[in-house]
């Protein structure tokens, strides 16, 4: 079994790492002249592919860690060693093509709009390549994995995901969600490859999970995701971090 302590120690450093990716894209931010949003924006688009490739390869190395150390964990040490995924889980092009969509605030009289949403942008790339790494190397490893929230409770989209049980065998099966996108910004779900005889993490509780999305769905009275989800908000406002209270 994969402890939950583990994994909320894997969790805690890939957010820290996050933070100091979002503080350091925050500091060169201030510097920017507001008002010439033209060369603001070419200047985010320089810096920002950096600054995530950079913190990128970091996670990657941590997630490569903690996969081995999970493997000591099993007893498994020396059958089977982590390695760096041969393709980034980012790449340049999608970090500009994210800074282009948001850079029109430049030219608003709110531009620090941009920052909280490429904030958001590069919690997200930043984690991914620590969680591409790990759902790599389990495809590699030839294991389950599951994707496990992390915290009290968790948004409706990653809840939905969750309740798949350990079923995934590829890196798309787990991460990516109905609207195309794979785990949002300051998401804390975390995939955890799970072994033959492994027992779930404590807390992670697959079935539960399922019948609250059962629930969703009946309620939604659509197979559409969203109309799910949407469902599951209002269904289960306690459980979900984005749940809505009716009045």
């Keep these: 079994m994969v402890a939950r302590e583990s994994i909320e120690e894997f969790r805690a450093a890939s957010s820290g790492l996050s933070n100091l990716a979002t503080n ?5 931010f201030a510097t920017l002249n507001m008002s010439n949003p033209e060369a603001a924006r070419d200047a985010l688009l320089e810096f920002l592919p950096i600054l995530v490739a950079e913190y990128g390869q970091i996670a990657a190395a941590l997630a490569m860690e903690w996969y081995d ?21 980012v790449v ?4 500009e093509e994210t800074v282009r969509f948001f850079a029109g605030k430049l030219w608003t009289p709110n531009p620090e ?15 991914q390549f620590g969680r591409n790494t790990v759902a790599w190397n389990a495809d590699r490893e030839g294991v389950a994995w599951a994707r496990v929230p992390t915290g009290d409770t968790t948004c409706s989209w990653c809840l939905i995901l969750a309740s798949r049980d350990a079923v995934y065998f590829s890196e798309s099966s787990a991460t990516i969600r109905e609207d195309g996108e794979e785990y949002h ?11 033959a005889g492994d027992d779930y993490p404590p807390g992670y509780l697959p079935d539960d999970f399922y019948d609250m999305y059962q629930v969703a769905r009946d309620s939604a009275g659509s197979p559409d995701m969203k109309a799910i989800a949407a469902a599951m908000r209002r269904e289960f406002p306690d459980f979900v971090t984005d749940g809505v209270h009716s009045h």
């Design 185 to 195: 910004g300051d998401c804390d779900c975390q995939a955890v490859p799970l072994r």
């Design 113 to 127: 709009l941009v920052l909280s949403n490429l904030s958001l942008a590069s919690d997200k790339y930043v984690k």
């Design 69 to 89: 150390d999970l493997l000591a964990e099993a007893g498994e040490a020396g059958k089977f060693a982590a390695a760096m995924p041969p393709t980034p889980a």
């Design 24 to 28: 350091e894209l925050s500091a060169f």
């Design 92 to 95: 340049a092009e999608q970090v």
